[in-house]
């Protein structure tokens, strides 16, 4: 008999397992890649501001972003990209693996729903990012940050309208993976692009039209403007980014899904 | 059946003087043999896609822009042409960031490479490898060569043309442009001999692939000039090749200085080389000792 759609008994399987599997062995390379990446470049903003910058910034960007605050706003940014990057590198990547594992025909077999599936790894993602960002917000402490904040409530809803940007964006890209039976290309050219696009450490306006036109295809760029309103400013969520973000989210989670078992078949077919 | 010597084809009683001398010639042979051979290996497995061009012109150019985008705001405050007169002009300041992001890719396409040698070991060919009468500095040396020209071309390209259309370089002599080609060039392929001899002995490479991403951009001045790196992150950059070629290439190309003001750079840069190779005929040397006394092919 097939599981519900949202069977709660599905997520706590797959919360449970990768946490055992994690625990025996946790992928050291993907969190020393992303914490240093972080740390390397709220250090590049640190030191930077203080010999480029003279501990000043451009009139420009105080205008483009509403803070004096360069190295909070970097910070911010770095953290941002780190939670996405490595939420992408979880969740996005459980299909890609089970299918290098070959464990893939085995999943599809089994009555399990996909949903459940990958929202059990996205709750054991969520998790391990969490304790990995705050290893970089820790460094960025030490190192004299202090991100304002508009409210818990406002910081909570901030994180979750990012989480549902990194899972739609994870859905479509375990598709694209699976299809493609490659990771390090998609992952890599998704992560640059979104670096350039979404504004984690510069703010957007400085981009030409066109790429801050494509910018608004990516779920993250708006999920950032909410983040921006909440730790940058401290002005609180802007309303009406943060409808744009989780509607974009959503449509990236609906496309993942739809698209989803086409590449579950497609993978299945190639590997015989 | 006679047993021939693999360099020069003669058999073990022909004369010691026309077999030695055979073997040195031979040798060389041997060693363009080699080394051929490997970069086409190269060659065949990084252009089996179109999607290659993804990692050698899009990903470094993204990198780029971000990078531009990310410092702009430092650079654009008033007071800049005191504290770094380069940074005054934005599109000096994108040159400045654009020799370093290829500098990155140079000596980055070789840690990539280097990295690839643990597929031989997944793909069980390490073996083979380690059984042939290949020469084995021929082996790493042909391997990072041929990544790196490979992996460099396109964005190197890519480099001259903005260079020439953001119109910034000023060399103090056009032979300078040699100098900045070999400055990068040959601390490079030392560099990739010295990393692979590493790694062909490692069981994970992809630790140290982590290690060098960030680490080595941040410490060789790529993204910021090295006046803004603390004193100890400065010793730690002067042991990477990149700083050096960086420094050379940055003086000929932005700067317009001559061989005679790069010279203490240049030697440094020499040594380093030298050192580089060194270790990887030492890591090579260790590493097959060990292999032959313990049967496996692994130092760390």
Redesign the interface.
């Known amino acids: 008999m097939l599981s519900p759609p949202l069977s709660p008994h599905v997520i706590r399987a797959t919360f449970w397992r990768t946490w055992t599997v994690t625990r025996r062995a946790y992928p050291w390379s993907y969190f020393v890649g992303t914490l240093m990446l972080g740390v390397f470049t709220v250090g590049l903003a640190h030191l930077g501001l203080a010999a480029i910058g003279g501990g000043r910034v451009a009139g420009d960007f105080v205008t483009a972003t509403g803070s004096a605050d360069y190295l909070g706003y970097v910070t911010v940014g770095a953290a941002a990209f780190m939670f996405v990057t490595h939420g992408v590198l979880w969740a996005g990547k459980a299909l890609i693996q089970e299918q290098r594992e070959g464990t893939l025909g085995a999943l599809l077999v089994a009555p399990a729903g996909r949903l459940p599936y990958l929202l059990g790894f996205a709750a054991f993602a969520f998790t391990a990012i969490v304790l990995e960002v705050s290893v970089l917000l820790g460094c960025a402490y030490a190192l004299g940050v202090r991100p304002a904040a508009s409210g818990p409530g406002d910081a909570a809803l901030a994180i979750l309208v990012l989480g549902v940007a990194v899972f739609g964006m994870s859905l479509v890209l375990s598709a694209v993976m699976i299809t493609a039976g490659e990771a390090h290309i998609t992952q890599n050219s998704v992560f640059l692009a979104i670096a350039l696009l979404s504004g984690f450490t510069f703010p957007r306006r400085y981009l030409p039209g066109v790429l801050q036109w494509l910018g608004e295809l990516v779920p993250t760029t708006a999920a950032m403007d909410v983040l921006r309103g909440v730790f940058t400013t401290g002005a609180g969520p802007a309303p009406g980014r943060t409808a744009v973000a989780l509607a974009v989210g959503l449509l990236y989670v609906v496309v993942g899904l739809l698209w989803l078992p086409r590449a579950e078949r497609h993978a299945m077919e190639r590997s015989y | 059946m006679t047993d021939r010597c693999l360099a020069c084809s003669l058999t073990p009683e022909a004369e010691p003087v026309e077999h030695r001398r055979a073997q040195a010639g031979g040798g060389l042979r041997h060693t363009a043999k080699v080394f051929r051979a490997e970069a086409l290996k190269q060659h065949r497995r990084v252009f089996g896609s179109r ?1 290659v061009v ?2 050698m012109l ?2 470094p150019l ?2 780029l ?2 990078t531009y ?12 042409a005191g ?2 007169p380069l ?1 005054a002009d934005p599109e000096r300041l994108l040159a400045f960031l654009a020799t370093g992001a290829l500098g990155f890719t140079f000596f980055f396409s070789l840690v990539q490479s280097a990295w690839h040698f643990s597929f031989e070991r997944v793909t069980g060919t390490l073996e083979l490898l380690f059984l042939s009468p290949a020469g084995r500095l021929a082996i790493v040396v042909g391997n990072g060569f041929g990544a790196l020209v490979q992996n460099v071309w396109l964005f190197a390209c890519f480099m001259v043309a903005l260079f020439t259309a953001l119109d910034v370089v000023h060399v103090a002599h056009p032979a300078m442009y040699a100098v900045v080609f070999l400055a990068l060039l040959v601390p490079a392929v030392a560099w990739g001999a010295f990393l692979n001899s590493l790694l062909i002995f490692s069981r994970d490479s ?2 140290l ?3 060098l ?3 080595m ?2 410490a060789a001045g790529v ?3 090295l ?4 004193v100890w992150i400065r010793v730690f950059g002067s042991v990477l090749p990149l700083t050096g070629s960086l420094a050379v290439v940055r003086g000929a190309l932005l700067d317009g200085r001559t061989i005679g003001e790069l010279a203490p750079t240049l030697l440094g840069l020499g040594a380093l080389t030298v050192l580089l190779t060194l270790g990887a005929v030492a890591a090579l040397r260790l590493g097959e000792a060990n292999a032959q006394r313990t049967g496996r092919l692994r130092l760390f």
């Open positions: 999607l993804f990692s899009v990903w993204m990198q822009a971000a985008y990310t410092v702009r705001p430092l650079a654009a405050t008033p007071g800049i504290r770094w940074a992809a630790f692939y982590t290690l991403d960030d680490p951009w941040f993204r910021l000039p006046f803004a790196l603390p």
